[in-house]
Protein backbone atom coordinates (compact mmCIF):
# COMPACT_ATOMS: atom_id res chain seq x y z
CA UNK A 1 0.00 0.00 0.00
CA UNK A 2 1.58 3.17 -1.33
CA UNK A 3 -0.47 5.51 0.32
CA UNK A 4 1.90 7.54 2.07
CA UNK A 5 3.16 8.63 -0.89
CA UNK A 6 0.52 9.93 -1.95
CA UNK A 7 0.05 12.06 1.16
CA UNK A 8 3.74 13.02 1.48
CA UNK A 9 3.15 14.12 -2.63
CA UNK A 10 -0.08 16.10 -1.88
CA UNK A 11 1.79 17.90 1.30
CA UNK A 12 4.96 18.83 -0.86
CA UNK A 13 2.06 20.35 -3.59
CA UNK A 14 0.39 22.50 -0.85
CA UNK A 15 3.56 23.37 1.20
CA UNK A 16 3.55 26.85 -0.35
CA UNK A 17 0.49 27.91 -1.42
CA UNK A 18 -0.96 30.45 0.24
CA UNK A 19 -4.33 32.97 0.25
CA UNK A 20 -6.07 32.76 -2.69
CA UNK A 21 -4.59 30.22 -4.55
CA UNK A 22 -7.58 28.05 -4.46
CA UNK A 23 -7.14 26.86 -8.69
CA UNK A 24 -3.49 25.10 -7.78
CA UNK A 25 -4.98 24.14 -4.11
CA UNK A 26 -7.93 22.04 -6.37
CA UNK A 27 -5.20 20.64 -8.74
CA UNK A 28 -3.29 19.33 -5.99
CA UNK A 29 -6.31 18.07 -4.28
CA UNK A 30 -6.76 16.08 -7.75
CA UNK A 31 -3.85 14.91 -7.79
CA UNK A 32 -3.92 13.77 -4.26
CA UNK A 33 -7.39 11.67 -5.40
CA UNK A 34 -6.43 9.99 -8.58
CA UNK A 35 -3.16 8.67 -6.84
CA UNK A 36 -5.41 7.20 -3.60
CA UNK A 37 -7.98 5.56 -6.67
CA UNK A 38 -4.40 4.04 -8.28
CA UNK A 39 -3.10 2.70 -4.48
CA UNK A 40 -7.17 1.66 -3.73
CA UNK A 41 -7.27 -2.51 -4.75
CA UNK A 42 -3.95 -2.65 -2.27
CA UNK A 43 -5.15 -0.15 0.26
CA UNK A 44 -8.22 -1.29 1.13
CA UNK A 45 -7.36 -2.59 4.80
CA UNK A 46 -5.53 -0.01 5.72
CA UNK A 47 -6.43 2.81 8.12
CA UNK A 48 -4.24 5.77 6.79
CA UNK A 49 -6.12 4.91 2.65
CA UNK A 50 -9.74 5.18 4.20
CA UNK A 51 -8.63 8.55 6.14
CA UNK A 52 -6.89 10.26 3.38
CA UNK A 53 -9.86 9.38 1.00
CA UNK A 54 -12.55 10.98 3.48
CA UNK A 55 -10.24 13.62 3.86
CA UNK A 56 -9.72 14.61 0.36
CA UNK A 57 -13.49 14.53 -0.16
CA UNK A 58 -14.07 17.20 3.00
CA UNK A 59 -11.62 19.23 1.45
CA UNK A 60 -13.18 19.27 -1.92
CA UNK A 61 -15.98 20.22 -0.32
CA UNK A 62 -15.10 23.22 1.32
CA UNK A 63 -13.10 24.66 -1.27
CA UNK A 64 -15.23 24.28 -3.90
CA UNK A 65 -13.29 22.02 -5.90
CA UNK A 66 -14.65 20.49 -8.99
CA UNK A 67 -14.07 16.67 -9.48
CA UNK A 68 -12.97 17.53 -13.46
CA UNK A 69 -10.21 19.50 -13.80
CA UNK A 70 -6.30 19.26 -14.56
CA UNK A 71 -4.03 17.54 -12.42
CA UNK A 72 -0.42 17.67 -11.40
CA UNK A 73 2.37 14.85 -12.22
CA UNK A 74 3.87 13.67 -9.60
CA UNK A 75 6.92 15.18 -7.90
CA UNK A 76 10.52 12.70 -8.06
CA UNK A 77 10.69 10.83 -4.87
CA UNK A 78 14.08 11.06 -2.76
CA UNK A 79 15.95 7.80 -2.15
CA UNK A 80 14.05 6.08 0.42
CA UNK A 81 15.94 6.44 4.28
CA UNK A 82 16.20 2.98 4.89
CA UNK A 83 16.59 -0.95 4.14
CA UNK A 84 12.42 -1.50 3.95
CA UNK A 85 12.00 1.29 1.56
CA UNK A 86 9.64 2.78 4.51
CA UNK A 87 9.05 6.98 3.70
CA UNK A 88 10.51 8.83 6.06
CA UNK A 89 6.57 8.28 8.14
CA UNK A 90 6.56 5.27 9.80
CA UNK A 91 3.09 3.64 8.73
CA UNK A 92 2.98 1.81 12.28
CA UNK A 93 3.20 4.71 14.30
CA UNK A 94 0.03 5.92 14.37
CA UNK A 95 -0.02 9.14 16.25
CA UNK A 96 3.23 10.30 14.27
CA UNK A 97 1.30 9.65 11.07
CA UNK A 98 -1.76 11.17 12.15
CA UNK A 99 0.11 14.16 13.30
CA UNK A 100 1.53 14.69 10.25
CA UNK A 101 -1.67 13.82 7.98
CA UNK A 102 -3.83 16.07 10.06
CA UNK A 103 -2.01 18.69 11.86
CA UNK A 104 -3.15 17.76 15.25
CA UNK A 105 -2.68 14.75 17.83
CA UNK A 106 -5.38 12.09 17.44
CA UNK A 107 -8.52 12.22 19.79
CA UNK A 108 -8.91 9.38 22.53
CA UNK A 109 -11.25 7.32 23.89
CA UNK A 110 -11.45 5.17 26.90
CA UNK A 111 -13.51 1.96 28.43
CA UNK A 112 -13.09 0.14 31.27
CA UNK A 113 -14.73 -3.31 32.98
CA UNK A 114 -13.72 -4.22 36.33
CA UNK A 115 -15.46 -5.86 39.72
CA UNK A 116 -18.64 -7.45 39.36
CA UNK A 117 -18.57 -6.36 36.09
CA UNK A 118 -19.22 -2.70 36.18
CA UNK A 119 -18.55 -1.14 32.41
CA UNK A 120 -17.10 2.43 31.83
CA UNK A 121 -17.98 3.17 28.45
CA UNK A 122 -16.20 4.85 25.31
CA UNK A 123 -18.98 7.81 25.75
CA UNK A 124 -18.64 7.57 29.89
CA UNK A 125 -21.80 5.98 30.56
CA UNK A 126 -21.36 3.42 34.02
CA UNK A 127 -23.39 0.74 33.84
CA UNK A 128 -23.01 -2.70 36.63
CA UNK A 129 -23.84 -5.27 34.68
CA UNK A 130 -24.63 -9.19 35.72
CA UNK A 131 -23.58 -11.03 32.55
CA UNK A 132 -22.83 -14.40 32.25
CA UNK A 133 -20.82 -16.46 29.86
CA UNK A 134 -19.10 -14.94 27.09
CA UNK A 135 -19.45 -10.74 26.20
CA UNK A 136 -17.96 -8.71 23.60
CA UNK A 137 -16.48 -5.60 25.03
CA UNK A 138 -14.93 -4.75 21.70
CA UNK A 139 -15.52 -6.17 18.31
CA UNK A 140 -14.34 -4.00 14.97
CA UNK A 141 -11.76 -3.93 12.38
CA UNK A 142 -8.82 -4.12 14.49
CA UNK A 143 -9.30 -5.43 17.69
CA UNK A 144 -11.45 -8.11 18.91
CA UNK A 145 -12.06 -8.47 23.29
CA UNK A 146 -14.24 -10.81 24.82
CA UNK A 147 -14.75 -11.51 28.52
CA UNK A 148 -16.15 -14.50 30.10
CA UNK A 149 -17.53 -14.00 33.38
CA UNK A 150 -18.78 -16.49 36.24
CA UNK A 151 -20.77 -15.65 39.18
CA UNK A 152 -18.75 -13.87 42.12
CA UNK A 153 -20.25 -16.26 45.17
CA UNK A 154 -22.43 -19.58 44.99
CA UNK A 155 -26.16 -18.36 44.78
CA UNK A 156 -25.50 -14.68 43.98
CA UNK A 157 -26.90 -12.96 40.89
CA UNK A 158 -23.37 -10.82 41.04
CA UNK A 159 -20.87 -12.09 38.23
CA UNK A 160 -16.89 -11.26 37.71
CA UNK A 161 -14.68 -11.57 34.84
CA UNK A 162 -12.87 -14.93 34.81
CA UNK A 163 -11.25 -14.96 31.79
CA UNK A 164 -10.40 -12.21 28.99
CA UNK A 165 -9.23 -12.84 25.25
CA UNK A 166 -7.96 -9.90 23.16
CA UNK A 167 -7.37 -10.86 19.50
CA UNK A 168 -5.00 -8.40 17.36
CA UNK A 169 -6.19 -8.58 13.87
CA UNK A 170 -3.59 -8.46 10.91
CA UNK A 171 -2.18 -5.62 9.93
CA UNK A 172 -0.36 -5.59 6.68
CA UNK A 173 3.24 -4.13 7.15
CA UNK A 174 2.52 -3.81 10.74
CA UNK A 175 1.79 -6.91 12.90
CA UNK A 176 0.62 -10.48 12.13
CA UNK A 177 -2.34 -11.19 13.82
CA UNK A 178 -1.83 -11.86 17.71
CA UNK A 179 -4.20 -13.60 20.68
CA UNK A 180 -3.62 -12.66 24.28
CA UNK A 181 -5.54 -14.61 26.76
CA UNK A 182 -5.63 -14.43 30.45
CA UNK A 183 -7.32 -16.59 33.17
CA UNK A 184 -7.63 -16.40 36.62
CA UNK A 185 -4.34 -16.58 38.29
CA UNK A 186 -2.75 -16.50 34.81
CA UNK A 187 -2.23 -12.95 33.59
CA UNK A 188 0.73 -13.94 31.23
CA UNK A 189 3.45 -11.58 29.89
CA UNK A 190 3.54 -12.70 26.28
CA UNK A 191 1.31 -13.63 23.56
CA UNK A 192 -0.77 -17.34 23.58
CA UNK A 193 2.35 -17.90 20.72
CA UNK A 194 4.96 -17.09 23.17
CA UNK A 195 5.80 -13.80 21.51
CA UNK A 196 6.00 -10.18 23.13
CA UNK A 197 5.78 -8.30 20.23
CA UNK A 198 3.81 -8.05 16.85
CA UNK A 199 6.27 -10.81 14.96
CA UNK A 200 8.42 -10.26 11.94
CA UNK A 201 7.12 -7.76 10.26
CA UNK A 202 9.01 -4.20 9.57
CA UNK A 203 6.82 -3.04 11.87
CA UNK A 204 6.66 -5.67 14.17
CA UNK A 205 8.16 -3.71 17.59
CA UNK A 206 5.10 -1.67 16.98
CA UNK A 207 2.50 -4.16 19.66
CA UNK A 208 4.73 -5.10 22.38
CA UNK A 209 3.65 -6.46 26.50
CA UNK A 210 4.82 -5.08 29.34
CA UNK A 211 4.96 -6.98 32.49
CA UNK A 212 3.63 -3.92 35.47
CA UNK A 213 3.56 -6.76 38.10
CA UNK A 214 4.34 -10.24 37.62
CA UNK A 215 1.10 -12.35 36.72
CA UNK A 216 -1.25 -9.53 38.28
CA UNK A 217 -0.48 -6.70 35.57
CA UNK A 218 0.33 -6.62 32.40
CA UNK A 219 -0.02 -3.99 29.77
CA UNK A 220 -0.37 -4.14 26.05
CA UNK A 221 0.67 -0.96 23.35
CA UNK A 222 -0.51 -1.16 19.91
CA UNK A 223 1.28 1.99 18.60
CA UNK A 224 -0.02 1.01 15.16
CA UNK A 225 -3.58 1.80 15.99
CA UNK A 226 -2.42 4.22 18.78
CA UNK A 227 -3.77 2.20 21.64
CA UNK A 228 -2.82 0.81 24.96
CA UNK A 229 -4.37 -1.92 26.78
CA UNK A 230 -4.06 -2.68 30.85
CA UNK A 231 -4.96 -6.15 32.29
CA UNK A 232 -5.04 -6.66 35.93
CA UNK A 233 -5.71 -9.19 38.32
CA UNK A 234 -6.96 -7.65 41.71
CA UNK A 235 -9.05 -10.71 44.04
CA UNK A 236 -11.28 -12.97 42.14
CA UNK A 237 -11.02 -11.18 39.13
CA UNK A 238 -9.72 -9.60 35.90
CA UNK A 239 -10.38 -6.52 35.03
CA UNK A 240 -9.77 -4.54 31.38
CA UNK A 241 -8.81 -0.61 30.44
CA UNK A 242 -8.40 0.48 27.15
CA UNK A 243 -6.87 3.91 25.98
CA UNK A 244 -8.10 3.75 21.97
CA UNK A 245 -7.48 6.13 19.01
CA UNK A 246 -10.93 7.51 17.98
CA UNK A 247 -11.07 6.46 14.54
CA UNK A 248 -10.21 2.78 15.90
CA UNK A 249 -12.68 2.63 18.35
CA UNK A 250 -15.21 3.54 15.38
CA UNK A 251 -14.35 1.48 13.27
CA UNK A 252 -16.70 -1.48 13.27
CA UNK A 253 -20.10 -2.05 10.93
CA UNK A 254 -24.09 -2.33 11.55
CA UNK A 255 -23.63 -6.17 12.29
CA UNK A 256 -20.62 -5.29 14.78
CA UNK A 257 -23.64 -3.97 17.21
CA UNK A 258 -22.86 -5.75 20.53
CA UNK A 259 -19.75 -4.17 22.12
CA UNK A 260 -20.31 -3.56 25.82
CA UNK A 261 -17.48 -0.92 25.86
CA UNK A 262 -19.32 1.38 22.96
CA UNK A 263 -23.51 0.72 23.78
CA UNK A 264 -22.69 -0.58 27.33
CA UNK A 265 -24.77 -3.62 29.40
CA UNK A 266 -27.63 -4.65 27.63
CA UNK A 267 -30.82 -3.04 29.55
CA UNK A 268 -31.89 -6.31 30.56
CA UNK A 269 -28.57 -6.97 32.09
CA UNK A 270 -28.21 -4.34 34.11
CA UNK A 271 -28.17 -3.87 37.59
CA UNK A 272 -28.25 -1.02 40.78
CA UNK A 273 -24.90 -0.76 42.47
CA UNK A 274 -27.16 -0.42 45.84
CA UNK A 275 -26.28 -2.79 48.77
CA UNK A 276 -29.87 -4.48 48.91
CA UNK A 277 -30.44 -7.59 51.52
CA UNK A 278 -27.93 -9.27 53.01
CA UNK A 279 -24.36 -9.15 52.07
CA UNK A 280 -21.44 -10.89 52.94
CA UNK A 281 -20.12 -7.93 54.22
CA UNK A 282 -21.84 -5.06 56.08
CA UNK A 283 -22.39 -2.27 53.79
CA UNK A 284 -21.23 0.19 56.56
CA UNK A 285 -17.49 -2.24 57.14
CA UNK A 286 -17.61 -1.72 53.31
CA UNK A 287 -17.86 1.68 52.76
CA UNK A 288 -14.55 2.00 55.26
CA UNK A 289 -12.42 -0.28 53.32
CA UNK A 290 -13.51 1.77 50.13
CA UNK A 291 -12.35 4.92 51.41
CA UNK A 292 -9.29 3.98 52.11
CA UNK A 293 -8.49 3.35 48.63
CA UNK A 294 -10.90 5.49 47.13
CA UNK A 295 -11.79 8.54 48.88
CA UNK A 296 -13.80 10.34 46.28
CA UNK A 297 -17.45 8.88 46.17
CA UNK A 298 -18.04 8.56 43.33
CA UNK A 299 -19.07 5.53 40.79
CA UNK A 300 -15.87 3.65 41.22
CA UNK A 301 -16.33 4.37 44.94
CA UNK A 302 -20.12 2.94 44.80
CA UNK A 303 -18.84 -0.45 42.27
CA UNK A 304 -16.29 -0.91 44.93
CA UNK A 305 -18.80 -0.87 48.20
CA UNK A 306 -21.45 -3.11 46.10
CA UNK A 307 -18.69 -5.76 45.41
CA UNK A 308 -17.35 -6.08 49.01
CA UNK A 309 -20.33 -6.43 50.04
CA UNK A 310 -21.40 -9.05 47.90
CA UNK A 311 -18.41 -11.10 47.38
CA UNK A 312 -17.03 -10.79 51.17
CA UNK A 313 -13.90 -10.05 49.11
CA UNK A 314 -11.70 -6.87 50.72
CA UNK A 315 -9.33 -7.65 47.35
CA UNK A 316 -11.93 -5.86 45.35
CA UNK A 317 -10.43 -2.43 46.71
CA UNK A 318 -7.68 -2.92 44.90
CA UNK A 319 -9.65 -3.98 41.62
CA UNK A 320 -11.79 -0.34 41.85
CA UNK A 321 -8.38 1.64 42.52
CA UNK A 322 -6.63 0.08 39.78
CA UNK A 323 -9.61 0.94 37.57
CA UNK A 324 -9.47 4.52 38.83
CA UNK A 325 -5.69 4.57 38.30
CA UNK A 326 -5.89 3.45 34.45
CA UNK A 327 -8.77 6.43 34.06
CA UNK A 328 -6.52 8.68 35.36
CA UNK A 329 -3.53 7.46 32.82
CA UNK A 330 -6.18 7.04 29.94
CA UNK A 331 -8.22 9.32 29.83
CA UNK A 332 -7.86 12.45 27.02
CA UNK A 333 -10.02 14.88 29.77
CA UNK A 334 -9.32 14.02 33.55
CA UNK A 335 -12.16 16.57 34.03
CA UNK A 336 -13.93 13.97 33.28
CA UNK A 337 -12.32 11.04 35.55
CA UNK A 338 -14.81 10.91 38.66
CA UNK A 339 -18.38 10.20 37.79
CA UNK A 340 -21.36 10.80 40.10
CA UNK A 341 -24.52 9.08 39.62
Not at 7 to 34: I, K
Not at 57 to 66: F, V
Not at 70 to 85: D, E, K, L
Not at 240 to 258: G, H, K, P, Y
Amino acid sequence: CKILRCNSEYVAATLHLRGPERAAFCTALRSYSLCTRRTARTCRGDLAFHSAVHGIEDLMIQNNCSKEGPTAPPRPRPPAPNAHGFESLDICDYERSFLYKHGRPPGFQHCAAFGDPHIRTFHDDFHTCRVEGSWPLLDNDYLFVQATSSPVAKGSNATVTSKLTIIFKNMKECIDQKVYQAELDNVPAAFQDGSVNGGARPGGSSLAIWERSPGRHVEIRAAYIGTTIAVRQAGRQLSFSIRAAEEVARAFTEEQDLQLCVGGCPRSQRMSRSPRGRGRVPAETARALCREMLPVEDVYFQSCVFDVVTSGDANFTMAAHGALEDARLFLPDAEKLHIFQ
